[in-house]
Nanobody, 119 residues
Framework: QVQLVESGGGLVQAGGSLRLSCAAS????????MGWFRQAPGREREFVGR????????YYVDSVKGRFTISRDNAKNTVYLQMNSLKPEDTAVYYC????????????WGQGTQVTVSS
């Protein structure tokens, strides 16, 4: 069992930055990969990016490459999503998720945090 709690969402102007955090508990954090997803109103949940258990490898969807950075602190059981140069189309509820088997299927999800980017 893994519990995930996101924080750090809010309202920001276009071009601004936010950093989301996701605190994990329940299993050895350094043993599993983590992903970030988002869901805008009326749209399906979208993959944003992923980080390997060690933090060495990351992967991003094209729409956020160069603007978003995923990192993790295994000592703090926390994964981060640093979002820079935000655009109104980044407005969504952002979710972190745990991939326990490193097979690109996500077994546990946080409750989500709202990010709103105003133009």
């Amino acid at each position: 069992q893994v519990q995930l709690v996101e924080s750090g969402g809010g309202l920001v102007q276009a071009g601004g930055s936010l950093r989301l955090s996701c605190a994990a508990s329940g299993r050895t954090f350094s043993s599993y990969a983590m992903g970030w997803f988002r869901q805008a109103p009326g749209r399906e949940r979208e993959f944003v990016g992923r980080i390997s258990p060690s933090g060495v490898s990351t992967y991003y969807v094209d729409s956020v490459k160069g603007r978003f950075t995923i990192s993790r602190d295994n000592a703090k059981n926390t994964v981060y999503l640093q979002m820079n140069s935000l655009k109104p189309e980044d407005t969504a509820v952002y979710y972190c998720s745990a991939d326990l088997n490193d097979d690109y299927t996500y077994d546990y999800w946080g409750q989500g945090t709202q990010v709103t980017v105003s133009s």
